[in-house]
């Protein structure tokens, strides 16, 4: 059975920084784009950053850019999010997701990805 689970969140101040890793299990993940998400109370849940599996060029949101870094480590079927200068509306319960990679660009369409985690809170005090 795929599975994405994600560990890392927590409560950190404003200028913080946490990482969130997703540990990837059940089948081969390769051919797939791995991508971050995050959906705050009363909000979409809106694209964050997003790197195809092989772990060429990642691509952001633009509200985290220069702040949040993608990777992956495929000898453990992990992907992480580094997320640095955090801000209140950072706020969000983040999720880890993976989709087929039809083209050289992930997709940043909620829709177009197949498997989801169950989430893991990421809180910023002011």
């Known amino acids: 059975q795929q599975q994405l689970l994600e560990s890392g969140g927590g409560l950190v101040q404003t200028g913080g920084s946490l990482r969130l890793s997703c540990a990837a299990s059940?089948?081969?993940?390769?051919?797939?784009?791995m991508g971050w998400f995050r959906q705050a109370p009363g909000k979409e849940r809106e694209f964050v950053a997003a790197?195809?599996?092989?772990?060429?060029?990642?691509y952001y949101a633009d509200s985290v850019k220069g702040r949040f870094t993608i990777s992956r480590d495929a000898t453990k079927n992990t992907v992480y999010l580094q997320m640095n200068s955090l801000k209140p509306e950072d706020t969000a319960i983040y999720y880890c997701?993976?989709?087929?990679?039809?083209?050289?660009?992930?997709?940043?369409?909620?829709?177009?990805?197949?498997?989801w985690g169950q989430g893991t809170q990421v809180t910023v005090s002011s």
């Open positions: 997701a993976a989709g087929i990679l039809g083209g050289r660009v992930p997709p940043k369409a909620v829709t177009a990805y197949d498997y």
């Open positions: 790197i195809p599996w092989s772990g060429s060029r990642a």
């Open positions: 059940g089948r081969s993940f390769s051919g797939y784009a």
